[in-house]
Each structure stands twice: as structure tokens, then as C-alpha cells.
């Protein structure tokens, strides 16, 4: 049901859902862009069944690679972009088959290329009465589970997420307040952990000053301690929004400052109270 109300509101381009563009909500631009994390597509493929629902060229189903992406040079010349498995199934992809149709006649290279095709396909059987599934590496039942998406990223290194110097020095913040942030953002304050790497303070001593229990560090200070950090919980329910805070200050500070969708006017606002909070 989502996807056909999705697909009336963003279109749909080679069997997948377009990304809306300036138009689309943020919710939705959210999403969209996971398709560009490689640690989702790495580990989601096509389980093809009756091959209805799997894209030929688009999807991951044969094979480790994409077939666009494979065959990148067949994918351009092909007439048939957009079919599904089944589809060029039916059309027949032997060596005469009508799924080959190109947009001008194949040089002797990209015969060969179209041979090497045909020979990945030659131990597929689809299997009309079932339909395709999706495939999730990280569980032995190949079915999606948060937990095991949770435990792979978290054990990820930490990517290093910048803030934009533009919003960052902002014209209605004063500049003690912007120097703060500055500081802040760029882990420069006087937290236990940074006084704790400069020899300061001890090991027994960098624990969160709000008793807690954990590390003080500015991501845990300003975000997560359940004394400091639940100040943005009253925000949010001031400004009627529904967030889970990132893990770093920086990708709270760039999606904070992205509620406000892509007026300009609405992301600045939102910049003066993410530098009023903290």
C-alpha cells in the first residue's frame, strides 16, 4: 500500500522510486538517500522466485553486481531498461533471444560481452507459483532485523561529518555564542575526556560531571547525558518534531537545521535555537 502511495506522489523510474527532488518532504529525502549508503547495499539482494517484482537491469539478483553496472555498456544500448526478470525471461534470453534489442547494431566486443551475459543466465530457473523476497545478509534467515543492522554500524568507525562554515557563523548569534559552537563542533572544549588526553585529570575523574555514570565527552554532554541532553527532548516538543538524536554533535547540528525542509528562512530560524539550546 505505501509503495502505490509513494509511487503517485514521487514517480517511479526502472521499477524504483524516485527521490522527489527539491519538492520531496524530508522524511522522504531521508530514505531516498539510503540508497547511496553501500553498507545497505551490500547486504540487501534479490531472492528471485517468479521474477515479477526483480528488475533485470537495477537489481542485484544474479551474481554479486547489478547488471547496469556489470554490463554497463549492454544496459545503454538495451531497449529494455526498465523490465522486470520475468519479463526478459519471456522474451526470451538465449543467444536469438527478443529480450536482446539494442538501439543499434552490437560491435564484435559487445557480443562477447552479451555471451558472457547469456552464460550467467543459463542455470536460472524462476519459479512461477512463488514471488521474489528480499535477502539480508547479516541474519541466517536472510530477513531484515534492526538488531543486526544496529550491531554492524555501530561497530563501524566513527565517519567524520562536516558542518558548513556559512551556517556555521551566523549573523543572528552572537559571537561568543558562535566562537562556543565553534569549539563545540570541533570537540575544543574543556570536557573530562579532553582534559583527560592533555593530562589534566586522571582516569578516575572522567566521568559525566551529571553522575550519570558514563564518559563526559561533547557527543554524551550535549546529546545523550539523561540530565543535559534531555533538554532537547523539550525542543522537540516544542517545535512539534519527532527526532532520534545522531551520535555526534555536527550531524545533530546539520539535521536539526534541516527540519525546517529547504527554505532558507526556516533552517536559519532553526540555527539560532540549536545555538540558544546549546
Known sequence: MWFRVLAVRYRVEEGRLLGGGREASMWWCDIAAMRR???????????????????????????????????????????????SVSDMCHLGW????????????????????????????????LQVDNVDRWRWALESTHIFCVRSA??????????????????????DVPLKVVLFG???????????????????????????????????????????????????????RWLGLSMVAPFQVSDHFNQFSCCGGTSKGHQSILQVIWFATN
Not at 522466485?49 to 549492454?74: A, P
Not at 547494431?105 to 543466465?121: S, T, V
Open 150 to 171: 544496529y550491531i554492524y554500524l555501530t561497530l563501524q568507525p566513527p565517519l567524520v561529518s562536516s558542518v558548513d562554515a556559512s551556517s556555521l557563523w551566523h549573523k
Open 182 to 236: 565553534w569549539r563545540l563542533l570541533r570537540d575544543r572544549l574543556p570536557t573530562k575526556d579532553n582534559l583527560l588526553r592533555r593530562g589534566v585529570i586522571d582516569q578516575a575523574s572522567r566521568q559525566c560531571v551529571s553522575g550519570c555514570g558514563s564518559s563526559e565527552t561533547s557527543n554524551h554532554l550535549f546529546l545523550h547525558c539523561n540530565l543535559f541532553g534531555s533538554v532537547w527532548q523539550f525542543i522537540y
Open 94 to 125: 538465449g543467444m536469438d533471444g527478443e529480450a536482446w534489442r539494442w538501439r543499434q547494431r552490437l560491435f564484435a566486443w559487445e557480443e562477447g560481452l552479451l555471451g558472457d551475459l547469456i552464460l550467467l543466465l543459463q542455470n536460472v530457473n
Open 37 to 83: 549508503d553501500e553498507w545497505l547495499e551490500n547486504h540487501v539482494s534479490r531472492s528471485v522466485r517468479n521474477g515479477d517484482k526483480t528488475s533485470f537491469w537495477s537489481d542485484v539478483w544474479c551474481g554479486d553486481e547489478e547488471f547496469r553496472v556489470k554490463f554497463n555498456r549492454l544496459y545503454d544500448l538495451s531497449l529494455f531498461k526498465g523490465a
